[in-house]
């Protein structure tokens, strides 16, 4: 799924190479079938289009705010801002579109609904 994700927001363009973070994620990045780099940790230059999400994120978040000091409603607009806004790396589109587009969030929203219902059970059981 992440791949096709990345296909698809290549649609028109020549990759040739492609950074990513070094999160489990990506594991599974030879099946691009591209050069693959990985940034080195503490490296923000490495990684422009995190970088660019950081600082939209950091309108809403200074930088060393404690987070848990934010509500989850407050927590989920901002998200709800940032998935919607156009990117020029999408070709205007929004990463909500790219990730409905490839069935992503119905899969985020499937193992949501396997967590809840695994603690409710729990919850019952306990």
Known sequence: M???AIGEMA????????????????????????????CDPYSPWQKG???NVIKMA????PKASDLS???DDYVMMVESI??????????????????????L??????????IKNTEEKVALEG
């Open 2 to 4: 992440f791949n096709q």
């Open 105 to 114: 969030l119905l899969k985020v929203e499937q193992n949501i609904y396997a």
């Open 49 to 51: 289009g995190v970088e």
């Open 69 to 71: 000091k934010y509500s």
């Open 82 to 103: 940032l998935n919607n806004k156009p990117r020029k790396s999408l070709g205007y589109r929004t990463p909500l579109e790219i990730i409905a587009k490839n069935n």
């Open 58 to 61: 950091r309108r809403f978040f």
């Open 11 to 38: 649609k028109d363009k020549k990759i040739k190479s492609l950074t990513m973070d070094n999160g489990i994620e990506n594991t599974k990045h030879e099946e691009l079938g591209l050069a693959t780099f990985f």
